[in-house]
C-alpha cells in the first residue's frame, strides 16, 4: 500500500470519521464499518486532509486544468485542496456551485473561477453517483470538460448491478475515478494493526458479499 494511503486510513480512524460496528446503509445493507468525511470538521485535520486529496491527485499523474466541488461537502473539500495543492507549488484556480441560482449580486450557480478547460471534481465519496451526473452536467453546459473525478473512500461496492458506483462513473463518463484509500486499502491496515484485527473477520465477510465484481 502506497504509504499516504496507510497514513490515510489511520487518520480518519483517529479523526473517528472512519468507525467500526453496525451501521445500516441506504441501500439498507448493514456494514461493519461507516464513513464521514464531514467529521474532518475542524482547521487542522482538514488542512490534512486536503494534503491527502493533494497527494492522491499528484500520485494519478492525471492532467486537469482546475477544480470544481459539487455543493454541498465539495465546497470546503476543493477549496482546501486547492490550497494544499498550492503548497505543493501547482496553483489551480477552483469554483463550486449552490443549489439554488441566485437572481441578485453575481447571480447564478457557480461560485469562484469560472468553468473552463479540464476540470476535476472533488468530492467525498461516490454512493449513487448523484453528485457526479450533476456535476458533469454543470461542467458540460458551461463548455468545460470533467476529466476526473477525485474523492476520500472508495468503498469497493456494487450497487444495484455487478459494479460498484466508481466503475459505473468510469462506464458512463469514461473519466478516471480516483481515491485516497480503498475498501481493500482499509482491510490492509487493520492487517497490521493488532489493535484493530478484531474487525477484520466481519469487514472480509461484508467485502465477499456485496463487494463489485470485477
Known amino acids: 500500500m ?18 467500526f460496528g453496525e451501521f445500516r446503509t441506504k441501500a439498507g445493507r448493514v456494514s461493519p464499518y461507516f464513513f464521514d468525511a464531514g467529521l474532518f470538521n475542524d482547521g487542522a485535520s482538514l488542512r490534512v ?7 492522491a491527485i499528484h500520485a494519478s499523474g492525471i492532467a486537469f486544468d482546475m477544480l470544481f466541488g459539487p455543493a454541498y461537502k465539495g465546497i470546503p473539500l476543493v477549496t482546501a485542496t486547492a490550497v494544499a495543492l498550492a503548497e505543493l507549488g501547482f496553483n489551480a484556480p477552483f469554483c463550486f ?12 450557480r457557480i461560485i469562484g473561477a469560472p468553468l473552463q478547460g479540464r476540470v476535476l471534481i472533488v468530492d467525498d465519496v461516490i454512493s449513487a453517483g448523484t453528485s457526479v451526473r450533476a456535476s458533469v452536467q454543470l461542467i458540460t453546459d458551461a463548455g468545460a470538460t470533467p ?9 469497493m461496492e456494487r450497487g ?55
Open 97 to 108: 456551485d449552490r443549489k439554488e441560482p441566485k437572481d441578485h449580486g453575481e447571480g447564478g
Open 147 to 155: 476529466c476526473g473525478v477525485v474523492i476520500a473512500l472508495d468503498r
Open 49 to 55: 486532509l486536503a494534503q491527502f486529496y493533494a497527494k
Open 2 to 19: 502506497t504509504d499516504f494511503r496507510r497514513q490515510f486510513v489511520q487518520f480518519a480512524i483517529t479523526r473517528n470519521a472512519l468507525r
Open 160 to 214: 444495484l448491478g455487478p459494479r460498484s458506483a466508481v466503475e459505473e462513473v468510469r462506464q458512463a463518463y469514461g473519466i478516471p475515478v480516483i481515491s485516497i484509500a480503498t475498501l481493500d486499502d482499509v482491510i490492509a491496515c487493520l492487517e497490521s494493526d493488532q489493535s484493530l484485527a478484531q474487525h477484520l473477520l466481519k469487514i472480509r465477510r461484508y467485502r465477499e458479499e456485496f463487494g463489485a465484481r470485477a
